[in-house]
Nanobody, 119 residues
Framework: QVHLVESGGGLVQPGGSLRLSCSFS????????LGWYRQAPGEQRELVAG???????KYADSVKGRFAISRATAENRVYLAMNSLKPEDTAVYYC?????????????WGQGTQVTVSS
């Protein structure tokens, strides 16, 4: 199993920046992909950014050029740097680990952190 805990959310004005942090522990060697998802009220959860073990990244079109995902391997943390924030970025942001365990593939989630972009 992998345990994830997000932090860093909050209220920010449009055009501002935030950096989300996700600490992970447990069966770290089983992790294939780390990702950030978000879910706005009444909407489905969507992928914001993903980072594979080889360093490949993937971003939602809506955040390309504004958000950046990175991993601090020694700290067992993954970050999401968010710049030029817009009101439509308001959502609960979740950290995710896609793993491959002895039982097969699995997915683990953090508890989420609220990001609100408003003036």
């Amino acid at each position: 199993q992998v345990h994830l805990v997000e932090s860093g959310g909050g209220l920010v004005q449009p055009g501002g920046s935030l950096r989300l942090s996700c600490s992970f522990s447990g069966n770290i060697a089983s992790i294939n992909v780390l990702g950030w998802y978000r879910q706005a009220p009444g909407e489905q959860r969507e992928l914001v950014a993903g980072l594979a073990g080889g360093g490949n990244t993937k971003y939602a079109d809506s955040v390309k050029g504004r958000f950046a995902i990175s991993r601090a391997t020694a700290e067992n943390r993954v970050y999401l740097a968010m710049n030029s924030l817009k009101p439509e970025d308001t959502a609960v942001y979740y950290c995710n680990a896609a793993v491959f365990e002895a039982q097969g593939p699995a997915s683990y989630w953090g508890q989420g952190t609220q990001v609100t972009v408003s003036s």
